[in-house]
């Protein structure tokens, strides 16, 4: 079922500022997890484990998501993801107020639930959407990671050295509390969201996921999303750990990750126009070459400059790759097959972008940043290979 334009803008409008907001509440768990799990891990070398454990979440709750909205539709998914959103802040809060590692954790994984729920709003703006127009919408949304950038800082700034109203709480308690609330207004948000609702053949009906998996663009664009996700990932992760390496001060390392977030996220206002205009494989293999391109500028030279203008370049390349590949997976299922399809993509992209974070910090603790980027080639050139075999197969390229 089509819906009418006035409802599909109303989608977009409404899914791009809950991206927003839930894309705050993982800046949150990113830009406390380790100073807080520093504090209360029994072993410092377990600090970084609930910035870790957000994306095993991720990973693990992403195909019961999918699961969920084939069988009773998005919109009781989405509040089931932004009710884990609620409970990460919640359990964040009683992991301050109870100096207790354990409930930080469980914070995080919650926080990775929430996220793999939010994967979902990129594809849900397509749902009765004309096909000519699906990559636009699915971009739009992805636009809310603009302000998610803006907003999650900014929560963390104002209200980290602030108390409880009413009660003597210790740093971040408030912080916690706001980024629980920030979920339920994503709920008050999504609730306003009109989509077609699954038929009895859209819940139970489809091809067997062999089949559906076996198809060569499927098999290409998961390809595509999962490198793009997993090298920029490798490099982000420890880009602001190699700057210290190489001399650059903290500050100098988080405006280059500032930039890094603002380029991966600004580009969707017209990626969607450039996957219309020039086709979704050549702005996804535009998107491998220009992260490519990013590490080769890092690896002549270790200045500010270089180091900032990868991060940049590579926020960009991530930005054309990724949203080149999911539009591309709107081609690989039938109505009744999206949800499968979709969350098996996202579940793939992310379990290889989680191995990704956890290999980053030891190839660079032990081989140095030259390595780190001279791997990152390896999986961009199999990419890239893979989209160009596949490209002469489809007809509308």
């Known amino acids: 079922m089509q819906l009418s334009q006035t409802q599909q803008t109303n989608n977009i409008w409404r899914l791009a500022i809950a991206q927003a907001l839930a894309g705050a509440n993982a800046v949150v768990i990113y830009a406390t997890g380790a100073i807080i799990g520093f504090r209360l891990a029994p072993d410092p070398l377990l600090a970084t484990l609930p910035v870790s454990l957000f994306v095993v979440g991720m990973a693990l709750c992403i195909l019961p998501s999918g699961m969920i909205a084939q069988r009773y539709g998005r919109i009781p998914a989405f509040l089931v993801g932004t009710g884990f959103g609620v409970a990460s802040g919640l359990c964040a809060l009683i992991a301050v107020l109870q100096d207790s590692f354990v409930w930080l954790c469980l914070s995080s994984v919650g926080g990775g639930a929430y996220a793999s729920v939010v994967l979902s709003f990129r594809f849900a703006a397509t749902d009765g959407v004309a096909p000519e127009r699906q990559a636009r919408a699915l971009s739009l949304v992805m636009a809310g990671g603009v302000a998610a950038g803006v907003v999650g800082p900014q929560l963390v700034t104002h209200t980290m050295h602030l108390s409880i109203p009413g009660m003597t709480s210790p740093d971040y308690a408030l912080t916690f509390l706001v980024q629980a609330a920030v979920a339920i207004l994503a709920a008050v948000v999504l609730v306003g969201v009109t989509l077609p609702k699954p038929t009895p053949e859209e819940s139970v009906g489809g ?12 098999l290409s664009a998961v390809t595509c999303g999962a490198v793009s996700y997993l090298v920029m990932n490798f490099l982000m992760t420890a ?8 001399g650059h001060s903290q500050t100098d390392a988080n405006l280059g990750i500032q930039w890094h977030v603002i380029a991966m996220y600004a580009p969707s206002f ?4 450039l996957i219309a205009r020039f086709g979704a494989v050549r702005i996804a293999i535009s998107g491998l070459l220009l992260t490519a391109l990013s590490a ?10 270089e180091f900032w203008t990868m991060l940049v370049i590579l926020g960009v390349g991530w930005n054309f790759g990724f949203l080149g590949a999911s539009a591309l997976i709107l081609r690989c299922h039938r109505p009744e097959e999206k949800n499968q399809v979709q969350s098996l993509n996202d579940f793939i992209v992310f379990s290889l ?6 290999a980053s910090g030891g190839v660079l603790s032990h081989w140095g940043w030259d390595t780190v980027l001279i791997i990152s080639f390896a999986p961009v050139i199999v990419a890239c290979i893979a989209m160009l075999m596949m490209s002469s197969k489809i007809a509308s390229e």
């Open 207 to 218: 091809r067997p996921l062999r089949e559906l998996i076996q198809q060569p663009l499927f």
């Open 239 to 246: 880009a602001p750990l190699a700057m210290q390496f190489h």
């Open 270 to 273: 017209f990626t969607g126009q």
């Open 296 to 305: 080769s500028i890092s690896l002549s030279g270790t200045g500010i400059a």
């Open 353 to 358: 972008m989680a191995m990704g974070s956890f």
